[in-house]
């Protein structure tokens, strides 16, 4: 049998629509095919002809995939863009539909009509296809966990083109994977969330000098430690750029909560911390919380990152030594976790990490014309936090030698391998951080 194409839109090259399409955040490619379904019929349209004719096959919802996975050269992209419908079920208990190819800035904007919200990432432009079976570490992660740990139910098109609804009941094993097992599995169309009732947060930024980076390290982590849930942040140490900008740490703070005099003993603590030069905190919606991004100009960039259960003095001289080293710019960021992230088990989703307390991201800049190679080895000395970490998150993983096996431990992989031999033997949704079968 032969793809029907009909239920998509059709894009080659040189058609209009064509560049936007083939193009992700961090790389333009340039896909023989790309197939913009209109229901899910389209989507299994675009992976028979992906099977039939043995090409490469990319699920693009936002395009952020720190590798590109959303596109290729040659293959088929399968552009969820057009499915991108958001619909509240249900005002009383907060049921959402979203479609995967929305992006989080207009989630945020469409629930907060509702006086809704859900625990998301920090981006507008993120897909909600990508950072949803990746896990989702957002403003609100530590009071509401990950966006994961709202998702009730799901329908997927699998590699046979079966259309498949996914919740607690029914075809749990692979609910239970993609939750955090990424886009191994299917394409999944659309979410349903349990948002929740935030409108209204504290958040901005609070500027440090970085003389003294493992004492600041070590009051920023206590202060997560000892302060409530609601408290969620990312502390950036930014290396110098040129003369304008010195080296300098940045914590982005949100407090998700609309109490004012919570939140200013919540922020306290961080703003008693020395070497503080600034602070903007403000009332906001959540949905301006989110922000929007852009490649940095002039130079080319890597990630890498490990979930971490304790920032030990040992984690803080690591981090302060990788920040301080090497040739280029580096970043880290130490990004909150804790709270009700560990509240769920970690067999519970094929996110397992659950014991984490803090992400910590290590980012390497080099000029525009450096190789991939030159980055992987700006980033090697990241291992040895690397080392002292428990696993990795997928949805910051740019380095392309990181694999399953520094995100998964051993149970869970085996479990995504079983779900992934039962519905894609043949390795279709291979183009991702790839379970092998
Ligand atoms: C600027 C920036 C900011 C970010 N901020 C955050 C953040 O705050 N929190 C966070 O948790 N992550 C964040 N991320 C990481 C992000 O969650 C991942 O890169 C995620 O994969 C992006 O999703 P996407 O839909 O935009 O990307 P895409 O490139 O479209 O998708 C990435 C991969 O996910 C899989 N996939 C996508 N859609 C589907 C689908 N519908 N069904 C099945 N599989 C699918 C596919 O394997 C695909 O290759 C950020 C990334 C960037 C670049």
Same mark, same amino acid.
């Given at each position: 049998?032969?793809?029907?194409?009909?239920?998509?839109?059709?894009?080659?090259?040189?058609?209009?629509?064509?560049?936007?399409?083939?193009?992700?955040?961090?790389?333009?490619?340039?896909?023989?095919?790309?197939?913009?379904?209109?229901?899910?019929?389209?989507?299994?349209?675009?992976?028979? $002809?992906?099977?039939?004719? $043995?090409?490469?096959?990319?699920?693009?919802?936002?395009?952020?995939?720190?590798?590109?996975?959303?596109?290729?050269?040659?293959?088929?992209?399968?552009?969820?863009?057009?499915?991108?419908?958001?619909?509240?079920?249900?005002?009383?208990?907060?049921?959402?539909?979203?479609?995967?190819?929305?992006?989080?800035?207009?989630?945020?904007?469409?629930?907060?009509? $509702?006086?809704?919200?859900?625990?998301?990432?920090?981006?507008?432009?993120?897909?909600?296809?990508?950072?949803?079976?990746?896990?989702?570490?957002?403003?609100?992660?530590?009071?509401?966990?990950?966006?994961?740990?709202?998702?009730?139910?799901? &329908?997927?098109?699998?590699?046979?083109?079966?259309?498949?609804?996914?919740?607690?009941?029914?075809?749990?094993? #692979?609910?239970?994977?993609?939750?955090?097992?990424?886009?191994?599995?299917?394409?999944?169309?659309?979410?349903?969330?349990?948002?929740?009732?935030?409108?209204?947060?504290?958040?901005?930024?609070?500027?440090?000098?970085?003389?003294?980076?493992?004492?600041?390290?070590?009051?920023?982590? &206590?202060?997560?430690?000892?302060?409530?849930?609601?408290?969620?942040?990312?502390?950036?140490?930014?290396?110098?750029?040129?003369?304008?900008?010195?080296?300098?740490?940045?914590?982005?703070?949100?407090?998700?909560?609309? &109490?004012?005099? *919570?939140?200013?003993? *919540?922020?306290?603590?961080?703003?008693?911390?020395?070497?503080?030069?600034?602070?903007?905190?403000?009332?906001?919606?959540?949905?301006?919380?989110?922000?929007?991004?852009?490649?940095?100009?002039?130079?080319?960039?890597?990630?890498?990152?490990?979930?971490?259960?304790?920032?030990?003095?040992?984690?803080?001289?690591?981090?302060?030594?990788?920040?301080?080293?090497?040739?280029?710019?580096?970043?880290?960021?130490?990004?909150?976790?804790?709270?009700?992230?560990?509240?769920?088990?970690?067999?519970?989703?094929?996110? *397992?990490?659950?014991?984490?307390?803090?992400? #910590?991201?290590?980012?390497?800049?080099?000029?525009? &014309?450096?190789?991939?190679?030159?980055?992987?080895?700006?980033?090697?000395?990241?291992?040895?936090?690397?080392? #002292?970490?428990?696993?990795?998150?997928?949805?910051?993983?740019?380095?392309?030698?990181?694999?399953?096996?520094?995100?998964?431990?051993?149970?869970?992989?085996?479990? #995504?391998?079983?779900?992934?031999?039962?519905?894609?033997?043949?390795?279709?949704?291979?183009?991702?951080?790839?379970?092998?079968?």
């Amino acid at each position: 049998m032969t793809a029907d194409l009909t239920s998509a839109i059709m894009l080659r090259p040189g058609d209009p629509g064509y560049d936007e399409a083939a193009t992700t955040y961090m790389r333009t490619g340039r896909p023989a095919l790309v197939v913009q379904p209109r229901s899910r019929a389209g989507v299994a349209a675009g992976i028979q $002809h992906a099977v039939d004719h $043995h090409m490469v096959l990319s699920v693009k919802s936002g395009g952020h995939s720190a590798l590109a996975y959303g596109t290729n050269d040659g293959g088929v992209v399968i552009d969820l863009s057009g499915l991108d419908s958001i619909d509240v079920l249900d005002d009383a208990t907060g049921r959402v539909r979203v479609g995967a190819g929305a992006t989080w800035g207009e989630v945020a904007t469409t629930l907060g009509v $509702h006086g809704l919200s859900l625990t998301s990432g920090d981006t507008k432009s993120v897909g909600v296809g990508g950072l949803t079976v990746g896990g989702g570490i957002g403003w609100m992660v530590r009071n509401h966990g990950l966006t994961i740990d709202s998702l009730v139910a799901a &329908d997927i098109v699998t590699a046979a083109g079966e259309e498949l609804p996914l919740n607690d009941d029914q075809n749990s094993d #692979l609910f239970w994977a993609i939750r955090g097992g990424g886009g191994n599995f299917g394409v999944v169309t659309s979410f349903e969330f349990l948002a929740q009732r935030v409108t209204r947060v504290h958040a901005g930024t609070i500027t440090y000098s970085v003389g003294d980076v493992s004492g600041l390290l070590r009051g920023w982590c &206590d202060a997560h430690r000892a302060g409530p849930h609601e408290l969620n942040s990312t502390l950036v140490l930014m290396p110098a750029f040129g003369d304008e900008m010195p080296a300098m740490a940045i914590g982005m703070v949100c407090y998700s909560g609309a &109490d004012q005099a *919570a939140a200013d003993a *919540a922020f306290a603590p961080l703003l008693a911390l020395d070497g503080v030069v600034s602070a903007e905190i403000a009332e906001k919606t959540y949905a301006d919380v989110l922000e929007e991004a852009h490649p940095p100009p002039g130079v080319t960039a890597m990630a890498t990152n490990t979930l971490i259960e304790s920032v030990s003095d040992e984690v803080v001289a690591e981090v302060a030594d990788w920040y301080a080293g090497g040739t280029a710019g580096r970043l880290a960021f130490v990004r909150a976790l804790g709270g009700a992230v560990g509240r769920v088990s970690s067999g519970a989703t094929a996110f *397992a990490h659950r014991t984490a307390e803090a992400m #910590l991201v290590g980012a390497a800049f080099l000029p525009t &014309d450096a190789t991939t190679e030159q980055l992987v080895q700006e980033l090697r000395p990241f291992d040895s936090i690397k080392a #002292l970490g428990i696993g990795a998150y997928p949805g910051f993983l740019g380095n392309p030698n990181d694999d399953v096996t520094d995100v998964y431990p051993a149970p869970t992989l085996q479990r #995504l391998r079983e779900v992934k031999r039962r519905y894609d033997p043949t390795n279709v949704f291979s183009h991702n951080l790839n379970v092998r079968p």
